[in-house]
Each structure stands twice: as structure tokens, then as C-alpha cells.
T-cell receptor, first 109, second 114 residues
Framework: RKEVEQDPGPFNVPEGATVAFNCTYS??????FFWYRQDCRKEPKLLMS???SGNEDGRFTAQLNRASQYISLLIRDSKLSDSATYLC??????????FGKGTMLLVSP | DTGVSQDPRHKITKRGQNVTFRCDPI?????LYWYRQTLGQGPEFLTY????????KSRLLSDRFSAERPKGSFSTLEIQRTEQGDSAMYLC????????????FGPGTRLTVL
């Protein structure tokens, strides 16, 4: 089983749609969780950290379920500029990050 | 620009040649990481430094790979006797110890081995 698994994608949605990404992780000792965004041929950039209580940043909502070892990202009112690959990322108590393969999102007019 | 910088941005080499990449982290960041990313995959951890000490190396880092951070500032990643399978994007990231482990990535060096 891979350490971090994500929906395979791609997700094709129209502008204004709501889209949800799912992620599971295998290491129950994992301590920190993130969503990174990566545009085509660019470096990953932190989108948001994920807290146990859930957190929201504008149109983006992240949820964490430690019991199920599950992380989600919800994007409301999708914009064309949201088109990118979304990477689920886990830090397991050491300094390194473990990335999922990413889920590509394509938002069309 | 005070972000992470990497040089070169692109490198094309022939199989068997040695290549070296450089990373300059954000100036106050004492942790530096190297990752490798191939098409359709997320970045995979290679190695990490805290100041000048190399604290962790992935099993992905074969004997042909070596990384240094001699003065705790910039770092170099050398690949000896390159193979076609080494073709990838090599990403550098930096962070500050003692805080949330948010890492800031550089633009990467894209290596093509012919």
C-alpha cells in the first residue's frame, strides 16, 4: 500500500462547480498534513495546512479524519485559475514530506 | 527575489556524464531538502540537511548520487555516471526547524539524459 494515495483524476469541471479531492495515508503516526498545488512544469506551492478541526481559506476547505486516516480538499465556485494538480502531503514526524501522486483539476469555461 | 533558487534550470547530458546542480535556500532557513519528480508522480524525497549536517537519505539515493551543504547555506547535488532513468525534475526545498514543517520549493532543475 502506498503511503499517500489520492484520487487518480483528472477531474474535469465547469466554472462555478464544487469539486472534492480525497486522500488516504497509511502511517498512523503522521503528524502534519498539507495540500500543495502544482501548476504544469512549475514547483509545488503550499495551498493550505490541514488541521484536525478542519479549516477553511476562502473557497477552499480542508478536512482531516485521523481515525480513518483520510484527508479531503473541497473547492467551491471553481475558477479557471484553479486548474492545476493538487498534491496531498503528509509529514510523519520526521522532517521529510511524503507526497501523493496528485490529482489534476481542469476547470473549463 | 528571496525565494529558493536553483541552477541550472535545465540540463541535457549524455549517458555516463556527471552533472551537478545547485540550490540556494531562503536565507534564514536552516533545513534544505532535495526531491526528485518524474512525470505523473509526486515529488519523492532524496535527502535533507539541517545546517551542514546531512541527516537523512532515501533509499532512492544510490551511490552515484551525492549531496553536500558545506557551509550550511547553498547545497549541491551531484549525479555521477548518469543513466537515462535519472531523467527527472530535481526539486530543492527549504524550511525553518522548530516550526510547522512547511517547505518552500525552488523552480527545479530539469535533467534530460540522452
Amino acid at each position: 500500500r502506498k503511503e499517500v494515495e489520492q484520487d487518480p483524476g483528472p477531474f474535469n469541471v465547469p466554472e462555478g462547480a464544487t469539486v472534492a479531492f480525497n486522500c488516504t495515508y497509511s502511517n498512523s503516526a503522521s503528524q502534519s498534513f498539507f495540500w500543495y498545488r502544482q501548476d504544469c512544469r512549475k514547483e509545488p506551492k503550499l495551498l493550505m495546512s490541514v488541521y484536525s478541526s478542519g479549516n477553511e481559506d476562502g473557497r477552499f476547505t480542508a478536512q482531516l479524519n485521523r481515525a480513518s486516516q483520510y484527508i479531503s480538499l473541497l473547492i467551491r465556485d471553481s475558477k479557471l485559475s484553479d486548474s492545476a494538480t493538487y498534491l496531498c502531503v503528509v509529514n510523519s514526524g520526521y522532517s521529510t514530506l511524503t507526497f501523493g501522486k496528485g490529482t489534476m483539476l481542469l476547470v473549463s469555461p | 527575489d528571496t525565494g529558493v533558487s536553483q541552477d541550472p534550470r535545465h540540463k541535457i547530458t549524455k549517458r555516463g556524464q556527471n552533472v551537478t546542480f545547485r540550490c540556494d535556500p531562503i536565507s534564514e532557513h536552516n533545513r534544505l531538502y532535495w526531491y526528485r519528480q518524474t512525470l505523473g508522480q509526486g515529488p519523492e524525497f532524496l535527502t535533507y540537511f539541517q545546517n551542514e549536517a546531512q541527516l537523512e537519505k532515501s533509499r532512492l539515493l544510490s551511490d552515484r548520487f551525492s549531496a553536500e551543504r558545506p557551509k550550511g547555506s547553498f547545497s549541491t547535488l551531484e549525479i555521477q555516471r548518469t543513466e537515462q532513468g535519472d531523467s527527472a525534475m530535481y526539486l530543492c526545498a527549504s524550511s525553518i526547524s522548530g516550526s510547522l514543517p512547511e517547505q518552500f520549493f525552488g523552480p527545479g532543475t530539469r535533467l534530460t539524459v540522452l
